[in-house]
């Protein structure tokens, strides 16, 4: 059946290259739901393009299954990120040491619990757009409550995404829950200061040089610390890059098709719905994570969802985001490789 065929859900002998029922209908779930939030906040003409693009790619790829307590996590970390920004905004921001340090201890509660692993969504989801709203924050001329404002509507708007996706394509077959890790208390806490101490100086960094167009490599830094490891950092790190490739080349050849036809708004949609698909195929092959997948849906969701128009230029948006990327992800890994070999040396904090 092509591309996308099917196996039976549950069938050991089928080859990995093909979806199950299950994989075909997360596919469609995040395709159509991240298509969707991106055609809705064009039509809209709503600024911020990129949380309505890429909020539903978060809660439809990275979570295999909706349900109350994911939809509570999910929204409950929106509410908290606009206390925590205005706070640190609007308080802390002619303070640059103390807000630094504020920002290290959020970040350090956040890794704690996707360390601990029940509240792995709520933590995971709050370090990605945390560091994205003090990334716009920073920069003179934002309209705070805007900012905020878009990212309670986005986030609002990811979650009813999310149920009419579930309710068009629903699983055949019930999904078994991931086996529940048990870590020591020493284990716990590198994890921890790993997460915590490295998403830290990412935000150091971007707040001190005028990076204003690196979004893709601010997300990359953080994303990566999802594997709470050094070894699960570099593989999911060069994953990331080739996912970014991949998806800065299928923006490009998107931008050629499109160059005389950038007024044929269905034409866009159909050709971002289609690479969104072939990505998602990838993500779900992967068995989730940040890894190839995932870093090309999100690579087109933020071309689209922030340079997708007449009067802009997508090439220089992709080159630029994948040669920042690729410097940022491999400081990210030495800063990482360095926590890592420190954190060995002390008994309190030495993975066994």
């Known amino acids: 059946m092509g591309l996308f065929k099917q196996r039976r859900t549950g069938d050991a002998s089928a080859p990995k290259s093909l979806l199950d029922e299950n994989g075909l209908r997360q596919c469609l779930r995040v395709a159509g739901g991240a298509t969707l939030g991106f055609v809705i906040s064009k039509l809209m003409g709503w600024n911020y393009g990129v949380f309505f693009t890429v909020f539903p790619m978060f809660l439809l790829g990275m979570v295999p299954l909706l349900n109350a307590g994911i939809i509570r996590q999910f929204l409950g970390n929106a509410a908290f990120n606009v206390v925590e920004v205005s706070l640190i905004i609007g308080f802390l921001q002619h303070m640059p040491v103390v807000m630094t340090l504020v920002v290290l201890a959020i970040f350090l509660f956040r890794f704690n619990l996707m360390a601990k692993g029940p509240l792995f969504l709520y933590a995971a989801n709050g370090v990605v757009t945390l560091s994205i709203l003090l990334h716009f924050a920073s920069y003179p001329g934002v309209d705070l409550s805007e900012l905020l404002a878009a990212n309670l509507l986005a986030s609002v708007l990811a979650v009813l995404i999310a149920m009419l996706m579930y309710t068009l394509f629903p699983d055949v077959a019930p999904r078994q829950p991931p086996p529940r890790a048990e870590k020591s208390a020493a284990q716990v806490r590198h994890e921890t200061i790993l997460g915590g101490v490295t998403a830290t100086l990412s935000f150091v960094v971007f707040q001190t040089f005028d990076l204003r167009d690196s979004l893709s490599a601010q997300m990359a830094t953080v994303l990566v610390l999802f594997a709470l490891s050094y070894a699960g950092a570099q593989a999911s790190a060069v994953k990331r890059i080739v996912g970014t490739l991949l998806g800065c080349n299928l923006a490009l050849a998107m931008q ?3 160059y005389t036809q950038s007024n044929h ?19 779900v092959l992967e068995a989730g994570g940040s890894g190839v997948g995932f870093g090309g849906m999100t690579t087109l969701g933020i071309l689209f969802g922030q340079s ?16 920042s990327m690729v410097v940022a992800l491999a400081l990210t890994l030495m800063v990482i490789q360095c926590l890592h070999r420190v954190l060995d040396h002390f008994e309190a904090t030495r993975l066994s």
């Open 256 to 258: 050629l098709l499109l």
């Open 265 to 283: 708004f269905l034409l866009a949609i159909v050709i971002y719905w289609l690479g969104l698909m072939l990505f998602s195929r990838e993500h």
């Open 308 to 323: 997708l128009g007449p009067t802009q230029d997508i090439v220089y948006s992709a080159l630029y985001r994948f040669s």
